[in-house]
């Protein structure tokens, strides 16, 4: 019996110690631990696709503004990822994502404030934040 | 670009860190929940801006986004208490067939920028593999040459001096810009957020809306009365 399984699971586990050392998962492994540019950016569309589900699928009002707060950091974080990949390329001055950044910060700050005016004003005409009942725009 | 050793562990702790509080910032049935999961996972973000050598960046996002925008929020979130929600008898999801639609999009544009930024990184590193390795070389050179801090084991870099050069020499007239954008949003949000007594009090109501209100309210009509004579 012992044999049986022996010969049954070495070559198995064989294919699976090959793998982890020389096959695909060694070389995701090898570069999971050297993260670069690809990584942010992935990080960055991850966040960027978690704010756009929650802009799309919530029906609070607040948890929309925050998923959009969600999608302008993600794009902060592609803008600063890039703007010390081109550091690193040789351009040592290369801080225009950087600046960028900034401002996406302070129209994001604009943005928090005129939208919560909105929220408050909204409220207190129509006792509610669910944006699927506020429809009078709709003719 | 590479980062390695504990920077790599510290990459992968916040990044994953980010992520989830941003689902979860989605998924909370609590707005205030939601609020604090978003708090986390824009801190994550500023310690992957450490990591990325934009100091300045990160001391930004949690002065103003933690600090300031947050707190709006939470106060808004306040003001607007909404218990259905958290007692479980309200859906905070839309219905299902437009959660289904646009969870299947998101998947969709998920794996299009996935594929989109392997294959471009792909191109991008080999085009500039050997610039690269030249500008590491010239960039150990330069380190040594940065300034010693005053514990002594290790170097004050200027990437925040360069932010400032950049942003008052080539980006002054967007930052005025900016200055005057956030004005017209303290403005605006200002008499966006005012009640009805605080417009009738300076004649910014309709006739026939104030007649009505103040058929209700008291107090309103005395303001009405205050205005006319």
């Known amino acids: 019996m012992q044999f049986l399984l022996l010969t049954f699971f070495t070559p198995a586990l064989g294919l699976v110690f090959q793998e982890a050392t020389s096959g695909r998962f060694a070389v995701a492994w090898q570069k999971a631990q050297h993260p670069d540019l690809s ?14 589900a929650g802009v799309l699928t919530r029906r609070n009002i607040i948890v929309i503004f925050m998923s959009i707060e969600l999608i302008l950091n993600a794009a902060n974080l592609n803008f600063i990822a890039l703007s010390r990949y081109l550091q690193a390329t040789g351009n040592v001055n290369a801080v ?9 910060i302070v129209v994001a700050a604009a943005e928090a404030a005129i939208g919560l005016g909105i929220v408050i004003a909204l409220y207190r005409n129509k006792e509610t934040i669910w944006v699927d009942e506020i429809d009078i725009l709709k003719w | 670009m590479v980062l390695t050793g504990w920077e790599a562990v510290f990459f992968w702790v916040f990044s994953i860190t980010a992520i989830f509080a941003g689902l979860l910032t989605v998924m909370a049935r609590n707005t205030i929940h939601s609020a604090l999961f978003l708090i986390s996972s824009l801190v994550s973000v500023a310690a992957l801006f450490i990591l990325l050598n934009a100091e300045f960046l ?14 709006l929020f939470l106060f808004v979130i306040m003001l607007v208490n909404v218990g259905s929600e958290e007692r479980g008898s309200e859906e905070i999801f839309n219905r299902p067939r437009q959660v289904t639609t646009s969870v299947i999009f998101c998947a969709l544009l998920v794996a299009g920028l996935l594929y989109a930024i392997n294959v471009g990184y792909g191109g991008l590193e080999k085009q ?4 690269i390795k030249d500008a590491a070389a010239e960039q150990q ?9 005053a514990t002594g084991n290790s170097r004050i870099t200027k990437a925040t001096e360069r932010i400032a050069n950049s942003l008052y020499r080539y980006a002054s007239l967007p930052f005025e810009i900016a200055s005057v ?9 200002v008499m966006l957020a005012r009640t009805l007594k605080q417009e009738a009090a300076v004649d910014d109501v309709a ?4 007649q009505k209100e103040a058929a209700r309210e008291p107090e309103l009509a005395k303001i009405q009365t205050d205005s006319i004579t």
């Open chain 1, 39 to 52: 990584k942010f950016l992935i990080i960055g569309a991850l966040l960027f696709i978690i704010g756009v």
């Open chain 2, 128 to 131: 500039n593999a050997a610039r």
């Open chain 2, 141 to 149: 050179v330069q380190e040594q040459n940065l300034d010693t801090s």
């Open chain 1, 96 to 104: 225009a994502g950087q600046i960028f950044a900034v401002f996406v």
């Open chain 2, 181 to 189: 954008l956030l004005l017209v949003a303290i403005v605006g949000s």
């Open chain 2, 207 to 210: 006739p026939d809306v104030l």
């Open chain 2, 58 to 71: 990160a001391g930004v996002q949690i002065l103003v986004y933690v600090g300031g925008v947050m707190v």
